[in-house]
């Protein structure tokens, strides 16, 4: 892995959306030579206009990638199309290109259900001097409530800082894992023609010809590159050319799939396939 920082992209406009921290596992999956690379990391913050992080493998500004990643409370994992803005030691910047509507509601019902969570938090204010009973006044502070809040100060400063010892000691971990763990990682997908993987179809569900594409009179072919795991089921899909509602339709249907697994030396080994699925009218 270089150390030098990779050039950073021209200065884009302010930020029109409030960034939030979190820290879960983030997937960027890179092309190389027209081969799906996967870099594992981990998200340090996130917006409805990028996402910020810090990815086990090098990358170039302005390079387009593809990141995956499952926020708290939220079911759906968020998978999008993004930018390289930028990348420095271990840190990366990515801009969201083409991000869903829903994928933007997702991210809103997260911070939403992030900033309930710390209101809830909060200490409770002090009551309104409006509020009190008539003819009756508030007691002064004394030596000993002072000393009460200075302490509950002290220990809500040790918990802070034991979180981020802690957290730096699990992303330390992590990523020494992934620089000396080379032995137990994931072994590389071995390419194998359509053709061959077709003949090993076990359970195959039709994709459902979208209501909107047919009103449109649309049809066609939607392409996918697959990755097929050992025991023989879909891991992950990339589309690669086709009309959005078709390709939408196809990733559904073929993410259920099932295949026999490929034997490579008497072993089952894991995949990498194209697949194409037509519609036609």
Not at 78 to 95: D, H, P
């Amino acid at each position: 892995m270089s150390a030098a920082p990779s050039p950073v992209l021209e200065e884009s406009p302010r930020r029109g959306f409030a960034r939030f921290p979190v820290n879960v596992a983030l997937d960027v999956i890179a092309l190389r030579s027209g081969v799906p690379d996967n870099l594992p990391g981990r998200c340090t913050d996130l917006s409805e206009g990028g996402v910020g992080g810090m990815v086990a493998g090098e990358l170039a500004a302005g390079q387009q990638v593809a990141i995956e990643l499952r926020l708290p409370n939220v079911g759906v994992p968020v998978r999008a199309r993004a930018m390289v803005r930028y990348q420095g030691r271990l840190r990366c910047g990515f801009e969201f290109v083409g991000l869903s509507l829903e994928q933007r509601e997702m991210i809103r019902y997260w911070a939403f259900r992030l900033a309930g969570q710390q209101l809830d938090a909060e200490p409770a204010q002090d009551e309104s001097p409006q509020l009190r009973p008539p003819n009756l006044v508030a007691p002064p502070q004394s030596a000993p409530q002072i000393r009460v809040r200075k302490r509950r100060f002290n220990l809500l400063l040790f918990a802070m800082l034991l979180l981020a010892v802690i957290g730096w000691w699990q992303w330390q971990r992590s990523w020494h894992d992934l620089e000396v763990g080379a032995a137990i990682s994931e072994e590389a997908p071995l390419r194998v023609t359509p053709e061959a993987m077709e003949m090993r179809i076990v359970s195959k569900l039709d994709p459902v010809y979208p209501e909107e594409a047919r009103e449109a009179g649309k049809q066609g072919v939607a392409v996918l590159d697959v990755v097929i795991s050992s025991d023989g089921t879909v891991k992950r899909l990339q589309p690669v050319s086709g009309d959005k509602l078709l390709v939408k339709s196809a990733t559904e249907a073929v993410r259920s799939w099932k295949f026999e697994p490929y034997l490579s030396s008497g072993r089952a080994v894991p995949v990498e396939t194209t697949i194409a699925v037509e519609f036609r009218l």
